[in-house]
């Protein structure tokens, strides 16, 4: 294996399988998604078949296996936010963003998912965008979220 990325993560966990988590959670990280030929160095260098880590990847929400955007937009629609309206957010979202909800941008800029309930109902409706919270958006306050995250 010559990815040094990988090899750094494995070495953090002295290539312990029990760490396969933490391992996924840190490759996520360095790639903003799981890459196939990654996971299969993981798989190779900490003997846990690749179909094994293909099925947490795919079991956990937080794993994905298409490359996410550097900025990546989270719209809650638990029931707080969606009485307030985070579905016209979400709207306003793709169309600002040229993509549909589950989408990433061609040039990886951006990403946009739907999700069930960060927290932050008090807050509602909420975007999340990376680790921010964003509460109280409105579809009028979407073009500045926006704008905010393309500099």
Not at 34 to 61: C, G, H, M, W
Not at 84 to 100: C, D, F, H, N, P
């Amino acid at each position: 294996m010559s990815n040094s990325k990988v090899m750094e993560i494995l070495g953090r966990y002295e290539s312990d399988p029990g760490a396969i988590i933490s391992i996924l959670q840190d490759v996520q990280e360095a790639y903003r998604y799981l890459p196939r030929d990654v996971l299969a160095d993981v798989s190779r260098e900490i003997n846990i078949p690749l179909s094994r880590i293909l099925s947490l990847a795919t079991f956990y929400k937080a794993f994905s296996l298409k490359p996410k955007g550097r900025h990546a937009f989270h719209v809650c629609l638990g029931t707080a936010c969606h009485v307030r309206g985070a579905q016209l957010v979400l709207e306003k979202l793709e169309r600002e963003l040229g993509i549909s909800a589950g989408e990433t941008s061609e040039d990886l800029a951006y990403s946009l998912d739907a999700v069930r309930c960060v927290g932050c109902c008090g807050l509602a409706p909420v975007v999340m965008v990376g680790e921010e919270v964003h509460g109280k958006i409105t579809q009028t306050k979407v073009s500045g979220l926006v704008k905010k995250y393309s500099r």
